[in-house]
Each structure stands twice: as structure tokens, then as C-alpha cells.
């Protein structure tokens, strides 16, 4: 079990809860500079459980949209849920960004020859 808890409404079971740490484990990589593939650096840690909670989040407003509440309360929970994901979806990349990939920095300029 990757959590303690215990799930009353909805299908957040581990096996849910595990695909989205690997989902969120391979953006990390894909995002990262790869001298920190292997590191255990807390703020990769945390940038990874941050988008793994979004991903949860997004989850469960999807589950909200097909409950048996009523379209109006739906989309307001949905929406609540939606909101909660991006901030943690934010929040993540603004910790991984320390640790970014180079090719994604401005290049210093050149000279370029005109032809005339």
C-alpha cells in the first residue's frame, strides 16, 4: 500500500494512485537536465508528489462530472477540483525549473554575416 488512507467515495485505489506516480515521475525525467536523473534531491521529490497530487486531483473531477450529483453542483465541484490541480501542476514545475533542462535557456548571439 503507497498510502494510508482509506477511500469512502469515489476509485482512488492504489492501483490509480500508483499510474499517476509514474506518470508523474516520467515528466519529471522528461523535464529535468539529465545530471538529475538520479539524484534524491528533496525538491525533485516534492516537484514529483506535486504533479502526482495533480493528476490525482484531475482524476476526481472527471469522477465528479459522472456522479449523481446535479450538472450545476458537478461542474462547481469539478471545477473546485480542476482549480486544485493546476495549483499543485504550477507549483511543480515552478520547484523543477532550478532543475530544467539546458537546451531549453536562451543561446548567447552570434554574428551573422549579411550577403550582399
Given at each position: 500500500?503507497?498510502?494510508d488512507?482509506?477511500?469512502?467515495?469515489?476509485?482512488?485505489?492504489d492501483?490509480?494512485?500508483?499510474?499517476?506516480?509514474n506518470?508523474?515521475?516520467?515528466?519529471?525525467l522528461?523535464?529535468?537536465?539529465p545530471?538529475?536523473?538520479?539524484?534524491?534531491?528533496?525538491?525533485?521529490?516534492?516537484?514529483e508528489?506535486?504533479?502526482?497530487?495533480?493528476?490525482?486531483?484531475?482524476i476526481?473531477?472527471?469522477?465528479?462530472l459522472?456522479?449523481?450529483?446535479?450538472?450545476?453542483?458537478?461542474?462547481?465541484?469539478?471545477?473546485?477540483?480542476?482549480?486544485m490541480?493546476?495549483?499543485?501542476?504550477?507549483?511543480?514545475?515552478?520547484?523543477l525549473s532550478?532543475?530544467?533542462?539546458?537546451?531549453?535557456?536562451?543561446?548567447?548571439?552570434?554574428?551573422?554575416?549579411?550577403?550582399?
Open positions: 500500500m503507497l498510502l488512507y482509506r477511500v469512502e467515495y469515489g476509485f482512488l485505489n492501483d490509480i494512485i500508483s499510474q499517476s506516480i506518470e508523474a515521475n516520467e515528466r519529471v522528461k523535464f529535468i537536465a545530471s538529475f536523473c538520479e539524484s534524491e534531491d528533496q525538491g525533485l521529490i516534492t516537484a508528489t506535486y504533479l502526482t497530487v495533480s493528476i490525482l486531483c484531475n476526481k473531477a472527471v469522477e465528479v459522472n456522479s449523481s450529483l446535479s450538472p450545476y453542483n458537478a461542474q462547481l465541484v469539478s471545477r473546485s477540483w480542476n482549480m490541480a493546476e495549483v499543485y501542476y504550477k507549483q511543480a514545475y515552478l520547484i532550478d532543475f530544467a533542462n539546458g537546451s531549453s535557456t536562451l543561446f548567447s548571439p552570434r554574428a551573422v554575416r549579411s550577403e550582399r
